[in-house]
Structure formats: C-alpha cells, structure tokens
C-alpha cells in the first residue's frame, strides 16, 4: 500500500515537473532588429566630432552655481511630474509581475466535502490538499510574449521617468536664468527710470520759465512713461517666472535668490562635446523609451500569432481524502489530474484580425520611433547651431552697446551746448535703453540655448540618482 501511495506521488510530481518544463519551449515573436536611424551620421556643421557623451556630465558639474544647484535639487525631491514618472514606473512594475505570474501554475490550499443521497442513505467525502488550477502550457510562447512585451513596457516607463527627470533640471536651470535676467532688466530700468525723472524735473523747470518748448516738454514726459510702462511690465514678468520657478521646484522658495546674482555671475562646469548623431541612441531616454515600446509591440504579435496553435491547460490537485470528516487528515492520498486542449476552428476572423491589430501596433511603434530620433537630430542640430551664432551675435550687441553710450553722451554735450535738438538727445536715450535690454535679451537665450544642448545631448541624469 505505501508503495502504492509512493508511486502515485511520484507520477504527479513527474507529471508537474514535466509541464513547468516543456511551457515556453517555443516563441512565434519576431526577431528584433533595431531599426537603422533615419538621420545623418553627422550633425549640420560638425567636422569630426568626439564620440564622448555630454550625459556623462552630471548635473552638479555643469550647473556649479550654488543656489541653482540647490533648486535642482529641491525640485528633484517635491516635483510632482517626476513623482507621477516614478508612480508610473510602479504601475508598470506590477503589471510585469501580473504577466509574469501566468507563466506558472498556480498552487492553493483546497478544502471540499459533499453528502450525497443514495439508496441506502447519504454517502459523504471529504478532501482537503494543495491544488494547481488552469495553468497554461506554454508550448507556442503566447505567455511569455505578453511576459516580454509587459517587461518591455516596464523598462520603457523607466526610460520615461528619466526623461522628465532630465527635463526637469533643463526647465529649473531655464527658469533661474530668466529670473537672473528679469533681475537684470529691473535694475536697468530702474536706473534709466531715475535718469529720466531727473530730465524731466531739468526740462519742467526749463518749460515753467519758457526756456523750451511745449513739444520738448511732452517729449519729455512721454519717455519718462515709458520707462514707468516697462518697468512695471517687467516686475510682472519676474513675478511670473517666479511663479514658474516655484511650480518646478515643488514648494516655496526657501531663500530668496542671492544678493548681487546676474546673469554675467552664473557659469557652466564645462564645455559640452556634441559626439555623433548614433550617440543619441544610447544618451537620449526617450529615444530608449520608444525603442521599449517597439520591442513590447514586437513580442506582441507573437502572442497574437500564438492564439492560432492550441491552448493546453491542466489542473490538478494533490492530498487526502475520506468518508468521515474527523477521519480526514489521516485518510487515505488521493490526487486528481486532468487536461484540456482547444485549438481553435472558426471564430469569425478574430484571431487574424488580433493579428493585424498586433503587426499594425509594430509597424506605428517603428515609425513612432524613427520620429523620435528625427525630433532628437533635430533638436540638438538646433542647440548646435545657436552655439555657433550666439556668440557673434552677443559680441555684436554688446559693441552695438557700447556705441549708443558713446553717442548718448556725445547727444547730451551737444545738446547743453546748443548744438543740437532735444529730439537727438531723446532718441539716443531711446535707443541705449533699448540696445542695453537686447543685451540682457541674447545673454540669456545664449544661456538657455546652452542648457538646451545639455538636455538634448541627453546630459542631466547619472545612474546614481
């Protein structure tokens, strides 16, 4: 009898073991193969460029500046995008483990009894023992398809989490430049407002005593609006980017920015080498992410084309079993086993068409990726290019400075010696005042155009965070 039992418990832990064995023997899915980059081996203008990564640089070494530093990393701790990025790469998570689950059995404790009325009274029987219901012999790799394609998935949202990551840093920097420029343009105008007060109470006197004329007066007093107009506009626009600053960061500010910090007092680490365009494919994690998404709709159509081929599932139960519930636990072993297979006949096209909803879900997932590529080329093209301009161009508006000085000082001495009109006077002040913000204008898009670069180049996240 104990050999009897013994064998019984070897033929149904043989028969498990053959199952958890042959599942998964075979995957009907598509080889991957990266699609090649839809874009030039070089960047526009780039002549021999280094292979080094610019995301390499981590963030605390290219932003130095301390107070910037510290709002990158506030904001890396409260920001509430990056906690959702975070919270999806969660959510991913558990779904991956609810797909890879069905790759085994599952295993229960199962308790059952009945009474049955017969001829000669009621017959009972009672069984209590570990089950393993409707697991799915994986013979044509349906289940570990759709196991792939939720890891696939999985790693994609992590792709993601690290890009709003780096786009975060980009959009704290960004913000803490423009509100070191509107803190530059404040100052200027409030020096220029002062310097127009005073003209006007010289010219008011001058009008009071009919020394000039009613046309030099308004004139006058029209530039002293103006400059009252632009300096409340731009107490708004600090106000703004303020704002903006503090939804990035995630909370109130802590400090208010540092005394005496401009635009001129704030320096990058160090220089940002483009590398090649193939660089982007490893540096960029959104081009990492739309690869992920490729390869989950890749293993997809192997589960779709895996639906064509039978289903096989088994159940099975293993432990004891007895007439008398008190006598239950040291009742006899007992085990059931059964099996089924469906291979599928007619069922109105409903396969195939999984099947091109699979394919088309790839062939969208290709094109989604080779547009992401593309957007990437693009954008850090841009960023190269500005690199290349932007200093000429800020050269040129600081020279273009420095002459409206020189010719307002030369306006104002001619006009106190006569020898000129009031109206060249004002112009010169028109245009110093307007060439001296355009200054403050270009430094801070040749910044920001710097920090685009870092953040396109794929810079702004290291493996440590």
Known sequence: MKIAHHAKRKFAFTTFSAALMLSGCMSLAPDYVRPPAPVAAQFPGMQNASSAAAS??????????????????????????????????????????????????????????????????????YAAGLSATSYELDFFGRIRSLSDAGLSQYLASEEARKNVHIGLVAAVANAYLALLADQDLLALTTQTLGTREEQFKLTKLKFDNGVVSALDFRQSESLLESARATLAQQQRQRALDENTL????????????????????????????????????????????????????NANIGAARAAFFPRISLTGSAGVASNELSGLFPGAFAWTFTSQIVQPLFDAGRNQGNLDVATAQRDIAVAQYERTIQTAFREVADALAGRATFDEQLRAQKAQTDAESVRFNLSDLRYRNGASS????????????????????????????????????????SPAE
């Open 56 to 125: 390499q640089i981590e963030w605390q070494q290219f932003f130095p500046d301390p107070a910037l530093n510290s709002l990158i990393a506030q904001a890396l701790q409260n920001n509430r995008d990056l906690r959702v990025a975070i919270l999806n790469i969660e959510q991913a998570r558990a779904q991956y483990q609810i797909r890879r689950a069905d790759i085994y059995p599952t295993v229960g404790v199962a308790f059952n009894g009945q009474r049955l009325p017969s001829a000669t009274g009621q017959n009972s029987s």
């Open 246 to 297: 503090v939804l990035l960061v995630g909370q109130p500010l802590k400090t208010a920015l540092p005394q005496g910090a401009t635009l001129a007092s704030v320096k990058f680490g160090s220089a940002l080498p483009a590398g090649l365009p193939s660089d982007l494919l490893t540096s960029r994690p959104d081009i990492r992410a739309a690869e992920r998404q490729l390869m989950a709709a």
């Open 422 to 461: 009031y109206l060249d006077l004002l112009d010169a002040q028109r245009a110093l005042f307007a060439a001296q913000q355009a200054t403050v204008q270009v430094t801070l898009a040749s910044m920001q155009n710097q920090v685009s670069l870092y953040k396109v180049l794929g810079g702004g996240w």
